[in-house]
């Protein structure tokens, strides 16, 4: 679902996109991500649940033990590290508080990478010990 959001980006939507970037307390955005910026995310965004499906043998892939065996602790880092954020603008830490972005960051972005990131910890322990 997230991402369709993402390209819906890239085919010039624009349901979303204006309250899913940072901007300073000004109103001037801290990030302009291009179409190419968009389709990159969407595909990571597949590319991560692929791994899971793969993972999981729902989908009978072969995939190099070292990426079966580390790939769930990068996507696990990778959300857990969206939602602390950079201290400024992003992430549970973040100084700017204010703005559109920072509310839904607050309320919906970074619980969501959060939530992410517990069910990526999750999967990968229970693997460990089944």
Do not use: Q
């Amino acid at each position: 679902m997230l991402a369709l959001i993402h390209f819906n980006w890239v085919i010039g939507n624009s349901w979303g996109f204006a309250a899913a970037l940072p901007t300073k307390e000004n109103g001037d955005r801290v990030l302009n991500p291009t179409k190419m910026d968009s389709a990159i995310v969407g595909f990571g965004l597949i590319l991560f649940a692929s791994f899971y499906f793969i993972k999981s043998s729902v989908i009978p892939v072969a995939m190099p033990a070292v990426l079966l065996m580390y790939g769930g602790w990068v996507i696990c880092l990778i959300f857990l590290l969206r939602a602390i954020g950079d201290f400024r603008y992003i992430g549970f830490f973040k100084k700017v508080k204010g703005t559109v972005f920072a509310r839904m960051d607050t309320r919906y972005y970074s619980p969501l990478c959060l939530g992410m990131s517990i069910v990526a910890i999750t999967l990968e322990v229970l693997e460990l010990n089944p």
